[in-house]
């Protein structure tokens, strides 16, 4: 089945400076690779998301790099804020399910 | 967006009974629904996926028999936590695709679950 790696597990940064989070999956045939943001007692929020046919999206301060070929995709916020403060989760879905990977805690310091 | 509920959002249960969580999509049907179970400052693990008129599908070293699960209509998966212990608490998770071709999944709002 689907294997996601996650690094880094946290990650701190000053305002205003750039965060970058990566992820690598294992399952060749996984087609569809959603970033999460959540909250403590929260449901994950969907943040950005990329399919296998598209190899970079951005919206605003987030964007997404997907690699087919390496089996590896990130993150990027730019221009980071004190709210951007939370654990991030990548996910990959190769059948139906997401696999998730083991979370990044984001600490943006002001 | 799609929109998922659970009930109940927080439930504390003594050792040895049984607690039901029931996951609804308010606004689509769903012929597929997953459970995740999340543990404090980790990540999600999928448990099981539901099938609506199925039987559901465990992932490994998911008990079965511990860990029921039932889809009886397009828009309510129900799982029951039976004899539950200290180490079954923990945050229960839900979601559904909007459709056997969508590829976003929407997530209910999870059930804090806490056994004494």
């Known amino acids: 089945g689907e294997n996601v790696e996650q690094h880094p597990s946290t990650l701190s940064v000053q305002e205003g400076d750039s965060a970058v989070i990566k992820c690598t999956y294992s399952?060749?045939?996984?087609?569809?690779f959603p970033w999460y943001k959540q909250e403590l007692g929260k449901r994950p929020q969907l943040i950005i998301d990329i399919r296998s046919n598209v190899g970079e999206k951005k919206d605003q301060r987030i964007a997404v790099t997907l690699n087919k070929t390496a089996k590896h995709f990130s993150l990027h916020i730019t221009e980071t804020q004190p709210e951007d403060s939370a654990v991030y989760f990548c996910?990959?879905?190769?059948?139906?399910?997401?696999?998730f990977g083991k979370g990044t805690t984001l600490s943006v310091s002001s | 967006g799609a929109v998922v509920s659970q009930h109940p959002s927080r439930v504390i249960c003594k050792s040895g009974t049984s607690v039901k969580i029931e996951c609804r999509s308010l606004?689509?049907?769903?012929?597929?629904m997953f459970w995740y179970r999340q543990f404090p400052k980790k990540s999600l693990m999928l448990m099981a996926t539901?099938?609506?008129?199925?039987?559901?599908?465990?992932e490994q070293g998911v008990e079965k028999d511990k860990f029921l699960i039932n889809h009886a209509s397009l828009t309510l998966s129900t799982l029951t936590v039976t004899s539950a212990h200290p180490e079954d608490s923990s945050f229960y998770i839900c979601?559904?695709?909007?459709?056997?071709?969508?590829?976003?999944?929407?997530f209910g709002p999870g059930t804090r679950l806490t056994v004494t």
């Open positions: 996910a990959a879905r190769g059948g139906t399910a997401l696999i």
């Open positions: 539901s099938n609506e008129g199925s039987k559901a599908t465990y």
């Open positions: 606004d689509f049907q769903a012929t597929t």
């Open positions: 399952d060749s045939a996984s087609n569809y």
């Open positions: 979601s559904a695709p909007r459709g056997a071709s969508s590829y976003e999944q929407y």
